[in-house]
């Protein structure tokens, strides 16, 4: 089997770990392995399938002779380095918003688009480009639309997101841990340096920027990502995202109307429990929560239920969490695809 040398920007972040650990897991066939991050990680090292391997920065040439890079550094260094990967002759998945709507590439869930992915022959890259892997909200909502869109039409769709700490990265994960001990200890914590307010024992309506249109940036992501990957160009759907004091995987209530009247439950149900990706959770207590889905890869739906107000409106709960199926299991599912390993 060919041994594909692989890359990892920004592999001391908490989706980079996540990449290192499923590239073991899933016995991804590396022949080298190649880790970067910032000048502040210099001298560390990570470990990957028993072996250590030292943290580097980036430099011009970084990537040559490398077959494939993932990319979780965020925007301004997908944006500089995800193309020189690609004229070094590397296939770039990127973790970052820098091309999800680049018309240039795909936007990539191997379960819904996996269609649109490049493949490399056995032994070259030809054909390498960079492959957008979208939002962690994103990911799950279109994991769990898909088969309802394939199978009934989809007219419209609605989401309220309950978002853990670790979607705003390590400093997240700290901040929630750190002033939720300060807050126990009965001191009041008034400033956040990773949240818009302080996130201990609170949920916040706002997470990036929000737009002259009163929606902030994840929402407008995930409205603007969902069309994309169901290619329904026009579908309208409305997003409301609030971050929660939780430390992993994102929950999403959903709204899903459809072109169809379907009338019975059970029909739902089963096309949702045969679909790729998805795990219904229909045992007791008949809905998937954040601890339970974090460390796994599936994408959980419970509480599948039919709207008073519109017969054609089915609502669900769903969870999945975000550092794997949200970010580096996607990542990984998709380089699968590309050279051909599952
Ligand atoms: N967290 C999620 O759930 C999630 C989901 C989907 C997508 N993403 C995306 O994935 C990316 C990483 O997120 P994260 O949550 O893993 O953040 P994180 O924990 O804060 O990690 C950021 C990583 O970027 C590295 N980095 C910073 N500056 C760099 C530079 N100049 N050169 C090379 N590497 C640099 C950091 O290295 P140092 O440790 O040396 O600072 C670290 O490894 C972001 O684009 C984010 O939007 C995250």
């Not at 089997?1 to 908490?14: C, E, L, S």
């Not at 909200?137 to 199978?151: D, F, R």
């Not at 902030?216 to 992501?221: H, P, R």
Request: hydrophobic share 40%; aromatic share 8%.
């Amino acid at each position: 089997m060919r041994k594909i040398n692989v890359g990892v920007v920004g592999a001391t972040g908490v989706v980079g770990e996540t990449f290192l650990n499923l590239i073991d897991e899933r016995e991804f066939p590396f022949g080298e392995l190649r880790l970067f991050a910032s000048e502040n990680s210099l001298g560390q090292t990570r470990k990957c399938a028993d072996q250590e391997f030292p943290v580097q920065t980036l430099t011009e040439g970084c990537f040559n002779g490398l077959d494939l890079v993932f990319f979780s550094s965020g925007d301004d260094i997908s944006q500089e380095w995800a193309p020189k990967a690609v004229a070094a002759g590397a296939y770039a998945v990127d973790n970052s918003a820098a091309f999800r709507m680049d018309s240039k590439f795909p936007l990539i869930v191997p379960d819904v688009t996996g269609d649109l992915l490049p493949k490399a022959s056995a032994t070259s890259n030809d054909g390498a480009t960079i492959i957008a892997n979208p939002n962690c909200s994103t990911i799950q909502l279109v994991v769990a639309l898909a088969p309802l869109a394939k199978k009934y039409g989809l007219k419209s769709v609605r989401v309220a997101s309950y978002q853990s700490v670790s979607g705003a990265g390590r400093n997240g994960i700290e901040e929630l841990l750190t002033t939720t001990r300060v807050a126990l200890e009965g001191e009041e914590i008034t400033k956040s340096a990773t949240f818009p307010a302080p996130i201990a024992f609170n949920c916040i309506p706002q997470i990036g920027r929000i737009g002259e249109d009163g929606f902030c940036t994840e929402e407008t992501k995930i409205m603007k990502e969902t069309a994309k990957i169901l290619r329904l160009p026009s579908l309208p759907v409305s997003a409301f995202t609030v971050r929660v004091p939780t430390l992993n995987s994102h929950a999403e209530a959903v709204w899903a109307t459809l072109e169809k009247n379907v009338t019975s439950l059970n029909e739902i149900t089963g096309t949702l429990a045969g679909a790729p990706g998805v795990e219904l959770v229909d045992e007791s207590p008949g809905y998937p929560m954040q601890t339970s889905a974090s460390g796994q890869d599936p994408v959980y739906v419970g509480r599948v239920h039919r709207d008073h107000a519109d017969p054609n409106t089915w609502l669900m709960w769903v969870v999945s969490d975000n550092l794997r199926k949200g970010a580096a299991l996607n990542g990984i599912q998709i380089a699968e695809h590309i050279f051909d390993l599952k």
